[in-house]
């Protein structure tokens, strides 16, 4: 049998109500009395079932996701499995909120923390902007106890509790490494297309490319990084500009959106087959892109298991209770035309 309340209870000599205190971190119980409920706890093997205590209370978890507007059909992917949790609320106990913000916007993401933080959540999954008032925000929750994990782009100097998503790093260096074997012995510069510097996902990604070409294929030249704001027409026409001004590149790395946009100049350029391009999140257009021959290879991170991560983790922390860590790594997914998933209805 398991041990329960009332042999915690009576082990330490104490009544079902100072048990009651103990167990949820309410004041006024003694030290010495709170000692002899936790060394009961200790000798019994008293393992809370958490789950079961919140549904005798009707407890529920008030947590909020801000999450960038925009285009990005990644982003719009990752609100689709937040509202997916949201309709499962009433079965997991949540109350999700989803707080949009412009994209790149590091004073309304700011403003945006300092109203979740009025709110008093048990949690904040936020993508991040890395940038001074972004990481204060996010300092300030933590100081109110509000556990935060950050989405997709992380943010380690904010003492947020967790990231979830994939090693950006492990992918810039992935994403250089399939670069510069398709691209073999042939000659002819790479072009790197990102979002926006301002993001850490993608200075990551951009560090760890940068090193595995430098490393392994140091002859190929590697031009300036060109922000296209993850914004499809802006990618259009920067890459429809790069291939006038060099239109001997061999490859393009897009490590950030947009890339209907990037599939478009190629294709209008008449050059969807003759450039090596590798881009990130599998969406229906790069979907369609990789399965025209345009994209040669995709990086691809779950976001339906990064919201499910978060959710874990910030119920956890409000619990008291630890993170398993293996269970919240997110994988990289390498994908070509080949290996595709089936499209979901």
Do not use: W
């Not at 296209?228 to 990618?235: F, I």
């Not at 399965?291 to 119920?315: C, P």
């Amino acid at each position: 049998m398991r041990p329960t309340v009332h042999d915690i209870a009576a082990e330490a000599g104490v009544s079902l109500a100072t048990v009651d205190r103990v167990l949820n971190n309410r004041p006024g119980v003694r030290s010495v009395t709170r000692g002899k409920v936790e060394r009961a706890i200790a000798t019994l093997g008293y393992v809370r079932d958490v789950a079961a205590a919140n549904l005798a209370k009707s407890r529920s978890y008030p947590l909020i996701f801000i999450l960038p507007a925009g285009e990005n059909s990644f982003m719009r992917g990752l609100e689709a499995e937040v509202r997916s949790a949201m309709s499962r609320s009433a079965t997991e106990r949540l109350d999700i909120t989803i707080l949009s913000v412009p994209v790149f916007d590091a004073p309304a993401l700011a403003a945006a923390l300092h109203d979740a933080r009025e709110r008093r959540p048990a949690g904040v999954a936020v993508v991040a902007v890395d940038a001074p008032e972004v990481t204060e925000a996010v300092k300030r929750l933590r100081e109110d106890g509000i556990a935060v994990v950050t989405l997709v782009s992380d943010l380690p100097g904010s003492g947020r509790d967790h990231f979830a998503g994939v090693d950006n790093v492990a992918a810039g260096r992935t994403a250089g490494s399939l670069m510069g074997r398709f691209l073999g012995g042939g000659e002819g510069p790479v072009a790197v297309l990102a979002g926006s510097m301002l993001v850490r996902d993608h200075r990551d990604r951009l560090e760890g490319f940068q090193a595995v070409m430098s490393e392994d294929f140091a002859s190929r030249r590697i031009l300036p990084v060109i922000e296209g704001q993850d914004n499809p027409s802006l990618v259009e026409a920067l890459v429809g500009a790069l291939l006038g001004q060099h239109p001997d590149v061999a490859g393009i790395y897009s490590l950030g959106a947009g890339n209907r946009g990037l599939v478009a100049a190629l294709e209008k350029a008449g050059k969807g087959r003759a450039v090596c391009t590798i881009a990130h999140e599998l969406t229906p257009h790069s979907r369609a892109g990789l399965l025209s021959g345009t994209i040669d290879a995709l990086l691809n991170q779950n976001a339906g298991h990064e919201v499910r991560s978060a959710i874990r983790v910030l119920k956890a922390k409000a619990d008291g209770l630890p993170v398993i860590a293996a269970q919240e790594r997110i994988r990289i997914d390498i994908f070509l035309k080949d290996n595709l998933p089936l499209e979901q209805e």
